[in-house]
T-cell receptor, first 112, second 117 residues
Framework: AQTVTQSQPEMSVQEAETVTLSCTYD???????LFWYKQPPSRQMILVIR??????QNATENRFSVNFQKAAKSFSLKISDSQLGDAAMYFC?????????FGAGTRLTVKP | DAMVIQNPRYQVTQFGKPVTLSCSQT?????MYWYQQKSSQAPKLLFH???????NEADTPDNFQSRRPNTSFCFLDIRSPGLGDAAMYLC????????????????FGPGTRLTVL
């Protein structure tokens, strides 16, 4: 089975600064997608950004971007100009025809 | 607004007493998922439906069952809850991926927090 590893249980960033959350995964499949989801306290999980494995270009959504290194099986999330509303649990997720798996999450704190 | 709704948000049951959690959606998505999320852990997929086609994860205990009577509703039944079943249960939906198209994002409900006494 595929595994998704988030090695940083907690991260902290100063407001307006940049932070990078790490994610690595293990797979033998060639067709898969990677996602970052955000789960604010007591609120529902929402999609932040998505990356198709066949695309070399890194996905970008406003202040959020990824660094996708397919050979290294690495998929990190960069949050630029951090805002107080970015404080949440962030989950990296892997999706293929045979599997849907989440990492254990990284709790991001944003300091004013 | 289109959304995924879970009821109740908080559920307390007794050890061994059957409990049902419900999920409804107005997104008209044909795929629905149930996840179990314990504190500070990753959501763990229990099962999912492609329309009425039920897909059980290999390690989902038999104690957990699901029903999907129509597109909008999906239920999670825990036949004999144990203390280890206390968790947040998340329902999610997505559109079915057709050949050549990307995997679609999942839309999550707010979850039901289950307490087992």
């Amino acid at each position: 089975a595929q595994t998704v590893t988030q090695s940083q249980p907690e991260m902290s960033v100063q407001e307006a600064e940049t932070v990078t959350l790490s994610c690595t995964y293990d797979t033998s499949e060639s067709d898969y997608y990677l996602f970052w989801y955000k789960q604010p306290p007591s609120r529902q999980m929402i999609l932040v950004i998505r990356q198709e494995a066949y695309k070399q270009q890194n996905a970008t959504e406003n202040r959020f971007s990824v660094n996708f290194q397919k050979a290294a099986k690495s998929f990190s999330l960069k949050i630029s100009d951090s805002q107080l509303g970015d404080a949440a649990m962030y989950f990296c997720a892997y999706r293929s025809a045979n599997d849907m798996r989440f990492g254990a999450g990284t709790r991001l704190t944003v300091k004013p | 607004d289109a959304m995924v709704i879970q009821n109740p948000r908080y559920q307390v049951t007794q050890f061994g007493k059957p409990v049902t959690l419900s999920c409804s959606q107005t997104l008209n998505h044909n795929v629905m998922y149930w996840y179990q999320q314990k504190s500070s852990q990753a959501p763990k997929l229990l099962f999912h439906y492609y329309d009425k086609d039920f897909n059980n994860e290999a390690d989902t205990p038999d104690n957990f069952q699901s029903r999907r009577p129509n597109t909008s509703f999906c239920f999670l039944d825990i036949r004999s809850p144990g203390l280890g079943d206390a968790a947040m249960y998340l329902c999610a939906t997505s559109r079915y991926r057709t050949s050549g198209s990307p995997y679609n994002e999942q839309f999550f409900g707010p979850g039901t927090r289950l307490t087992v006494l």
